[in-house]
């Protein structure tokens, strides 16, 4: 089975940089997943990683550990849209398709 | 491009009622996986299907089934509802291979 933990809620000041950790267990690995969510919408995919280190992407970056079972997503220059829930997703090796098993989300609040 | 639809976009029925809900997945896309999302929780896989066969289950019991259609497009059937039921019932496409799953805005199922 799988087993993935993060933050329930996190507040930050408009500008400036988040940093959301995700850790997990699991009896097959087979690529972590950032998504975001705003409220009433549907997850829109962020970040892929699959192996080790850190993937940039605009504002947005994610870094993953195999090894400590362990990821971040990390979001800079903060803005008021950033505002939603973010989702860290494992996708298991062993499966025959692509199953995401989700963490409970990880909700951000932006102030200005 | 369409993107992936769901239908309806929110459904109320009583217990012990059964529901349809529907969804037609994005452009080129033939795998479909079916999400329940509790209140303020991430999102719980139900099933996936893929050459309209079911590929894997997550640990829903059997009220949960569904169905794939020779154009990709999917159903999820609920019967005998219960009040814990009540989610957001979201549908995400892929490619076979494909690591990212695009989801649709989902169905809002509350069950007075």
């Known amino acids: 089975g799988q087993n993935i933990d993060q933050p329930t809620e996190m507040t930050a000041t408009e500008g400036a940089i988040v940093q959301i950790n995700c850790t997990y267990q699991?009896?097959?690995?087979?690529?972590l997943f950032w998504y975001q969510q705003h409220a009433g919408e549907a997850p829109t995919f962020l970040s892929y990683?699959?192996?080790?280190g850190l993937e940039e992407k605009g504002r947005f970056s994610s870094f993953l550990s195999r090894s400590k079972g362990y990821s971040y997503l990390l979001l800079k220059e903060l803005q008021m849209k950033d505002s939603a829930s973010y989702l860290c997703?494992?996708?298991?090796?062993?499966?025959?398709?692509?199953?995401?098993?989700f963490g409970g989300g990880t909700r951000v609040l932006v102030k200005p | 491009d369409a993107g992936v639809t769901q239908s309806p976009t929110h459904l109320i029925k009583t217990r012990g009622q059964q529901v349809t809900l529907r969804c037609s997945p994005k452009?080129?896309?033939?795998?479909v996986s079916w999400y329940q999302q509790a209140l303020g929780q991430g999102p719980q896989f139900i099933f996936q299907?893929?050459?309209?066969?079911?590929?894997q289950r997550g640990n829903f019991p059997d009220r949960f089934s569904g169905h794939q259609f020779p154009n990709y497009s999917s159903e999820l059937n609920v019967n005998a509802l219960l009040l814990g039921d009540s989610a957001l019932y979201l549908c995400?496409?892929?490619?076979?291979?494909?690591?990212?799953?695009?989801f649709g805005p989902g169905t809002r199922l509350t069950v007075t």
């Open positions: 299907y893929y050459e309209e066969e079911e590929r």
């Open positions: 699991t009896s097959g690995f087979n690529g």
């Open positions: 452009s080129g896309h033939d795998t």
């Open positions: 997703a494992v996708r298991d090796l062993l499966a025959a398709g692509n199953k995401l098993t």
């Open positions: 990683n699959v192996l080790d």
């Open positions: 995400a496409s892929s490619l076979p291979r494909g690591y990212e799953q695009y």
